[in-house]
């Protein structure tokens, strides 16, 4: 059963369900899986560009904890956590998929490179794997992307998965259209970084309890300091927005259906 949240219906399912799911959409575009956290819903209010991305995705996953609790506390029992860890997991996964051929973009090429080994020695062959590492500003680069467009195409990609984070992944890819083909889309960002071994996980414990923005702050406060003590504080605003406009929805009703002060009650039959 589907789960929605903040205009979004979150896809069910695991993440090998979601990417089966997206895999027998209609191959006739990117269908790209975006993986939603606070960070995302703040910028969703604010980046136009990123919305649009977001609802032209074929499937979309409650990546953040404090989300999934929103969702049970709203009523949506069924809300479970599917993050870009468990997609790139289910993905990776044995057996590889006949003809599957992946793609990454990854934010730097030892991340490329481990990957691109550890699937080889899963028994993958090695033209199957292709990736490349960006410069900085690619999304706003149209000769750049047309080139990248064109490598994607002549790999035969299938899967493209894309750790160079949000929203600027998302956004490319949508801005790309049928210039991508039609590959399956991953936006995962640093959870690519996770796979290739190079940047720590929180523990299960923490991530159970939801804490495991803290476990990445504490690896990366510099980085990640706005976004989770000054930006996070949006969410606030945009669920007490929400809140007042729905009771002002619901006030007009109310007084319609509310009789008049001096309106006269009709006899009673006898």
């Known amino acids: 059963m589907s789960v929605r949240l903040f205009d979004i ?53 409650l990546d953040g904890m404090p ?29 590889w998929p006949a003809g599957r051929q992946i793609f990454m973009v990854c934010s730097t090429e030892a991340v490329g490179l481990r990957l691109t080994e550890r699937l080889v020695m899963a028994g993958i062959p090695r033209a199957s794997v292709a990736f490349t590492v960006p410069p900085f500003g690619f999304e706003n680069d149209e000769a750049y992307g047309e080139d990248l467009c064109a490598a994607v195409r002549t790999h035969g990609t299938t899967l493209l998965v894309f750790g160079v984070g949000a929203p600027r992944s998302e956004i490319w890819v949508d801005r790309q259209g049928n210039a991508l083909g039609s590959p399956v889309v991953l936006a995962v960002g640093e ?58 929805r619901r006030l007009p009703q109310a007084a319609r259906q509310r009789p008049a002060p001096n309106a006269q009650r009709a006899p009673e039959t006898p």
């Open 67 to 95: 989300l999934v609790w929103l969702a049970r506390l709203c009523g949506e029992r069924s809300a479970r956590r599917v993050t870009g860890h468990d997609l790139i997991a289910a993905a990776f996964a044995a057996p």
């Open 191 to 248: 959870a690519l970084n996770v796979a290739a071994g190079l940047v720590p996980r929180a523990p299960a414990l923490m991530q159970r309890f939801g804490l495991e923005w803290f476990f990445r702050f504490w690896h990366a406060p510099h980085r990640l300091f706005r976004r989770y003590f000054v930006r996070s504080w949006g969410l606030f605003g945009i669920v007490l927005r929400r809140s007042l406009f729905r009771r002002s």
């Open 9 to 61: 219906t979150f896809t069910p399912g695991s993440a090998t369900d979601i990417l089966a799911t997206s895999a027998r959409q209609p191959a006739t575009r990117p269908r790209m899986i975006v993986t939603a956290n606070l960070d995302h819903i703040v910028t969703l209010s604010e980046n136009m560009a990123f919305r649009k991305a977001y609802e032209g995705a074929v499937a979309h996953t």
